[in-house]
Each structure stands twice: as structure tokens, then as C-alpha cells.
Nanobody, 121 residues
């Protein structure tokens, strides 16, 4: 079953912008980290950005200054604002949450189904 639902992907020209959203499809007891990964054609999946409960963030060097991750803790929703998009940003973007569904369960990773971002002229 789908644990996280991404939206906002699509086709955009170089220099354009997109805003991705990811929301938990089910109730979570706790979510410690939410982040975005991507996998481009012929490439391994890589971390794009992540945010933890305290608000600290990490970004891949390739997206620093262009992408911004934010989180609505009340909604368990994470966003990725992508500006100045480049062809090399083309990839399937996956949302990840690290947390627990209930107090009785251990913390684990949850993944979205992925959303395609294509940057092309």
C-alpha cells in the first residue's frame, strides 16, 4: 500500500521551477526525518534533501542554492521547492519518511511511489 503520496512533478524547461509535495497517507505515531531522493536515468538513487524534527536540513551539493526543503509537522507533509532547474535534475523523485506508525512499532523507512521530473528544452 502507498505510505507517502508525492505530487507536483512534471515537464519543465531549463531555468524553470517546480514544487513537490509529499504527504503521509496514513497516521504516523512519529516521524523523525522526511526527505527527498532522486534517481536519474542510468544513475543510482541519491539524497537530494532532508529535514529533521529540529528543523535542520541537508542538501546535496548539486542542489544547494536552488532547492529548498520545508516541512509541515502538523500535516506530516514535506515540500521541495525546485528553482533554476537543469537538465541534470531530470529524475524520478521519491519521498522518504523515517518514523513509526504506532508506539508499539520500531522506527523504519517509508517511501512514496515516486514522481517524474523532466527538465528539457
Amino acid at each position: 500500500q502507498v505510505q507517502l503520496v508525492e505530487s507536483g512533478g512534471g515537464l519543465v524547461q531549463p531555468g524553470g521551477s517546480l514544487r513537490l509535495s509529499c504527504a503521509a497517507s496514513e497516521r504516523f505515531f512519529s516521524i523523525n526525518i522526511m526527505g527527498w531522493y532522486r534517481q536519474g536515468p542510468g544513475k543510482e538513487r541519491e539524497l537530494v534533501a532532508r529535514i529533521i524534527n529540529g528543523g535542520s536540513t541537508d542538501y546535496a551539493d548539486s542542489v544547494k542554492g536552488r532547492f529548498t526543503i520545508s516541512r509541515d509537522n502538523f500535516k506530516n507533509t514535506v515540500y521541495l521547492q525546485m528553482n533554476s532547474l537543469k537538465p541534470e535534475d531530470t529524475a524520478v523523485y521519491y519521498c522518504q519518511a523515517v518514523g513509526a506508525k504506532t508506539a508499539a512499532l520500531a522506527t523504519r523507512e517509508y517511501w512514496g511511489q515516486g514522481t517524474q521530473v523532466t527538465v528539457s528544452s
